[in-house]
């Protein structure tokens, strides 16, 4: 399963967020291809504003940016290269370390509008709750889902619902008493205790479906 998503995350500690705020008339986006890795020393963005002057002193402002550089400078859209200070929050890290991907970003109301590309449900809600632990707004705009035809198994079971549910069954989770809890399951899977209980949860379900029901449940 593929999910493909837009969301609006917003944080007053976000990378450029307090010059998107003081400037609502200006739009700002990654260029293609370059992304905003903080390993890279600098980030690239395209503007587009008014007043490229107004724009330079709010990023010199911005308590994010460490500093910035145009690249190119033809009216009425211009490159700048943008480092970080410490103080910069990134959501896009936490994006690439669950193997999903940022197709486009771009400055959206008080933050950024994200589309991205993840793995399934699960990848989702690690999002959301890195984003709840850390007090970032994350919105979902929209959210469309492809099948996967290379990730599909027994009963329609995705590999990684199949890793959890086995995982569950061998350590003695359906157990009574429970010999492991999800926390237990969180730390032999090597994810969060949300995606485990996801996987278990849309796992089960998928199996009622298929050999106890005989009308299909919709999936949210």
């Known amino acids: 399963m593929i999910i493909s998503t837009s969301v609006y995350v917003a944080h007053p500690d976000l990378a450029l967020s307090p010059t998107i705020r003081a400037l609502p008339d200006a739009s700002i986006g990654v260029v293609s291809d370059t992304g905003t890795d903080p390993v890279h020393a600098g980030h690239f963005f395209w503007v587009e504003a008014p007043d490229f002057e107004a724009f330079e002193e709010a990023l010199a402002a911005d308590h994010t940016v460490a ?3 145009p690249v190119t400078e033809a009216d009425p859209r211009r ?3 943008i480092e ?3 103080a910069a ?3 896009t ?3 690439s370390a669950a193997g999903g991907l940022v197709l486009e970003s771009r400055s959206h109301r008080d933050g950024w509008k994200l589309r991205l590309e993840l793995q399934d449900h699960e990848t989702m809600e690690e999002l959301s709750a890195f984003a709840d632990r850390n007090g970032i707004r994350f919105d979902v705009l929209e959210l469309r889902q492809t099948e996967d035809v290379a990730e599909e ?3 329609g079971l995705t590999e990684p619902q199949i890793e959890a549910l086995v995982n569950a069954y061998r350590n003695g989770y359906y157990d009574d008493p429970r010999e492991v809890t999800l926390e237990g399951l969180s730390e ?3 994810i969060s205790r949300t995606a485990v209980s996801g996987r278990l949860r849309r796992g089960s379900a998928r199996l009622i479906e298929e050999i106890l029901v005989d009308e299909p449940i919709d999936e949210e």
């Open 188 to 190: 032999l899977l090597g």
């Open 79 to 81: 490159t700048y290269r």
């Open 153 to 155: 198994s027994t009963f």
């Open 67 to 69: 500093s910035f550089t």
């Open 89 to 91: 929050t990134l959501i």
């Open 84 to 86: 970080y200070t410490d």
């Open 93 to 95: 890290p936490p994006v």
